[in-house]
């Protein structure tokens, strides 16, 4: 079929040049090859498309059915292409972006925001989802990702850390009393968010040494929200984003616990996306804009 296109084309120049020598020119081919080419089409075709003379070309009747339908398919298909070529390059579209919620509602949804008003022409299609999205399966272009490797197969930029925390609301620890060990975490009550505490337990290390620390479950979520609204209520104590819980640590309405351990595993933040090296300006714009908003910190990590 792509082959019969290319030959529609041909025989389309050479009518419109009305000359096989005009169209060879036009096209960057030999003389020779454009006759050949003509020939052969009419051979499949089982039909004669043009009178040939040694001073003109004409169609036949056959020909001038052919040429018109020929006429309309090339011209659709340099239609086709600029559009394409200006959708490719214009600052005007469609960009596709999933992200979890928690993070899109917090860091995401500021930066969309002044997006849009510097670029009024880019339309935003956002998808939170605490599942991994397949971009190219599900059409994609953009993935913001909570991991410690990102996929292989795609394209990651590193946003920022992601850092967590044990925490406390105020009226949780007046009630049942503030961890000073590892070993006290045992007699305490804990929210359970699977993602940070796989198999039921937190990591915690210090000084090169890990602890495995079963959480007491009192309640289970897989939404990050979720367990952050339990954690405020003062239900239990828990580990955590920084990203999510920066502004209550700020004003008081949690309390970090055990500050001199890390909680495992350290992930990032990343920006994914599949190779594309033909990749939209628009959907480039996003990207770089996005990258920018998070340096040179993030801004739970900078206080903000």
Known sequence: MRERLAVMGVFAQVVEANSFSAAATRLGLSKSLVSREVTALEQSLSVKLLNRSTRRLSLTEAGAIFYEHCRRVVHEAEYAERRLT???????????????????????????????????????????????????????????????????????????????????????????GTPDTVEDLAAHDGVLFPPIAPKGAWTL???GQQYSVPVNTRFETDDMDAAHAAVLSGLALSALPVYVVASDLRLGRLIPLLTNYQVLPDVGIYLVHLPNRTMPKRVRTFIDFVQQSFKPMAPWEAGQ
Do not use: H, W
């Open 86 to 176: 200006q959708s490719q390059s214009a600052l005007a579209g469609l960009v596709r972006v999933t992200c979890v919620q928690a993070f899109a509602l917090r860091y995401l949804m500021p930066v969309i925001g002044d997006f849009q008003l510097k670029y009024p022409e880019i339309r935003i299609k956002l998808s939170c989802s605490n599942r991994i999205v397949e971009l190219g399966d599900e059409g994609y272009d953009i993935g913001i990702r909570m991991s410690r490797t990102p996929d292989p197969k795609l394209v990651a930029r590193r946003l920022a850390v992601n850092r967590k925390i044990l925490c406390a609301s105020p009226s949780y620890l007046a009630r049942r």
């Open 205 to 207: 290390a210090r000084d």
